[in-house]
């Protein structure tokens, strides 16, 4: 897996969306890095993570970030994660709750659910929005129609979601993603959804011990992130960032830090006050 690295303190693990990479954190982890060890990771099938044809159910990826943290000398650390990181990193913490202290969750309703899946038939502007969910999941045909279109599929996925980003931070995302075996890579995450929401259903009934902060932009997602968490763990904390679309952590990485640095203080306190680093804290 490829990580970008950097700072001091506890570990502090960043899980980025579709169709991004670690630099979406860019603009938040020199203030992070203050205070964490930041490690901002590519999902396996984006970036410069290795792209493999399978594995791509949300329990293998949270495999994937143990390893990762494994590797790195990390028992215990706190987590963030962006719409498809949401669901790696709520897997994470349900699959692995003695390595996760604390869990930040941002930007989807909730973990893919049999239950909370959207209708066939919804209105025009949410069907704009979700649309990409079962076209992604068909096999094949997506690059087929894809490729060589990136800018135009893609472009229209980063204007539709609410919000926007610069051109040239765009442009960076979709070249990424254009390059051979990466567009097959970040379609992955939606094809293994059948086993994930498998998952999903046998999770939910273990609520989440640990803080969870749920954190929805204004003009995206807003409080149904926070309402769609509360039925799966004990102790939700919601945050609405005003003003922001769906790339919170770049439209709003002031607001966002201000919510990070509150809900992670005490996991960053108790740990320098152990000396405990990246260890668990008995």
């Known amino acids: 897996m490829h990580a970008v690295i950097g700072g001091e303190g506890p570990p502090l693990l960043l899980v980025h969306g ?32 290795d792209k493999p044809p399978i594995g791509y159910d949300t329990g293998t990826l949270g495999g994937d970030l143990i390893a990762l943290m494994d590797a790195l000398g990390h028992e215990r650390f706190a987590v963030v994660g962006h719409d ?6 709520y897997a994470l913490a349900a699959d692995h709750p003695d390595r996760v202290d604390r869990v930040v969750l ?8 049999a239950t909370a899946s ?6 025009g502007p949410l069907n704009n929005r979700l649309w990409h969910l079962p076209f992604n999941r068909v096999e094949k045909v997506p690059e087929l ?17 609410g919000g926007k980003l610069p051109d040239d931070v765009k442009k960076y995302y979709i070249n990424l993603v254009s390059r051979p075996d990466a567009l097959s890579g970040s379609f992955g995450w939606y094809r293994a959804l059948d086993a994930t929401i498998a998952q999903n259903e046998e999770r939910k009934s273990r609520p989440l011990r640990m803080p969870v902060l749920a954190i929805g932009g204004e003009a995206s997602y807003a409080q149904h992130v926070g309402e769609a968490m509360k039925p799966l763990a004990d102790d939700v904390q919601s945050v609405v960032i005003p003003g922001s679309g769906h790339w919170v952590a770049e439209e709003a990485p002031d607001k966002m830090l201000a919510a990070l640095t509150a809900f ?19």
Request: proline letters at 10%; charged letters at 20%; glycine letters at 10%.
């Open 106 to 113: 941002a930007e989807i309703p909730g973990p893919p659910l």
């Open 145 to 161: 129609l894809v490729e060589g279109r990136e800018d135009i599929f893609f472009g229209y996925e980063f204007a539709i979601q």
């Open 84 to 89: 498809t990181g949401f669901a790696i990193c």
């Open 118 to 123: 959207p209708p066939l038939f919804v209105p």
């Open 18 to 49: 579709w169709p991004e990479n670690w630099y979406a954190w860019r603009l938040m982890m020199p203030a992070l890095a203050k205070d964490f060890e930041v490690i901002a990771v590519d999902q396996r099938g984006m970036g410069l993570s």
């Open 264 to 282: 992670l203080a005490p996991y960053r306190d108790a740990m320098r006050t152990s000396g405990a680093g990246g260890a668990a804290v008995n």
